[in-house]
């Protein structure tokens, strides 16, 4: 099992920063790491991933070149960096982790609770 638990989320204004982390717990090695958000009466949207060891990384489409995603393996923590928010990036942010990279939902089997991000136009 693992226990998977966010942070960091909050409200911004368009143009700022945010780093959201992710707190795991339990039998976390050898797991890739991800990011999906979700906004109401929508689904689950892939963010961005990462494997075991960092060496590969998957973006979605429309945060790739304004997010990072990056972990510390010392810490069992992952983290999303985001910069450059949009209006359009208000959402809660689940991580999530699984056995292999994946950018589908099916691909991660434990999950966060999720963290709040509202970015203020």
């Known amino acids: 099992q693992v226990q998977l638990v966010e942070s960091g989320g909050g409200l911004v204004q368009a143009g700022d920063s945010l780093r959201l982390s992710c707190a795991a717990s339990?039998?976390?090695?050898?797991?890739?790491m991800g990011w999906f958000r979700q906004t109401p009466g929508k689904e689950r949207v892939f963010v961005a991933a990462i494997s075991w060891r960092g060496g590969s990384t998957y973006y979605g489409d429309s945060v790739k070149g304004r997010f990072i995603i990056s972990r510390d393996n010392t810490k069992n923590t992952v983290y999303l960096q985001m910069n450059s928010l949009k209006p359009e990036d208000t959402a809660v942010y689940f991580c999530?982790?699984?056995?292999?990279?994946?950018?589908?939902?099916?691909?991660?089997?434990?999950w966060g609770q999720g963290t709040q991000v509202t970015v203020s136009s």
């Open positions: 999530a982790a699984g056995a292999r990279i994946s950018s589908t939902i099916e691909g991660f089997n434990y």
């Open positions: 339990g039998r976390t090695f050898n797991y890739a």
